[in-house]
């Protein structure tokens, strides 16, 4: 077989950039390729834009189906980042958390405040009380889900949110 596996003709493999050819870079890691690509802002931007949300270990060439759903998500948000302006945008994430790890999350939260923090707006639909608990205004909807639920128990701050007797969510945060 002419292409030994890699995917490209001979005469593909020959181009090589700085002794590296399309395989090869593509085999590369983020974290690696950031350094390989150092001298070049274009492509070094946004692969730390990838590292920046914790996907550093992902390969260039590595297939988006392979990505888990929080991995989907990370790599969605570092195209977000790479958008030069965020003052002005809004941003509604509908359960973000779902199916990802503790260590995610940290990252998750790390990605929405910097968001807050370049003038986006962002609007958070969750459950998960790591990220409702990091919330600078909270709406609170129920007492119950479904059609024992739906009316407005709260909206301000976290602090007076806690003393809220109506609401599930502010009994488990107290805790």
């Known amino acids: 077989d002419e292409c030994k596996g890699k995917r490209y003709k001979k005469e593909v493999l020959e181009i090589k950039v700085d002794g590296k050819n399309i395989y090869d870079i593509l085999t590369l890691t ?3 390729a950031v350094h390989f690509f150092s001298a070049i802002p274009n492509i070094r931007r946004p692969l730390q834009y990838l590292r920046e949300v914790g996907l550093e270990y992902i390969q260039l060439g590595q297939s988006s189906a392979s990505l888990s759903g929080g991995e989907t998500q990370r ?4 195209k ?21 790890h503790f260590r995610e999350i940290e990252i998750l939260l790390k990605i929405l405040n910097q968001l807050v923090d370049s003038g986006a707006t962002v609007v958070v639909i969750e459950h998960n009380l790591d990220i409702i608990k990091h919330a600078d205004y909270l709406i609170d909807l129920g007492p ?32």
Do not use: R
């Open 80 to 100: 977000e980042f790479s958008v030069s302006k965020h003052q002005g945008c809004l941003y509604i994430l509908d359960e973000p958390t779902t199916g990802l």
């Open 144 to 175: 119950e889900g479904g059609s024992a639920g739906g009316d407005l128990l709260y909206q301000g701050s976290l602090q007076k949110f806690i003393g809220n007797k109506k609401s599930h969510t502010a009994k488990f945060l107290k805790s």
């Open 30 to 32: 983020v974290e690696q």
């Open 75 to 78: 790599l969605k948000l570092a």
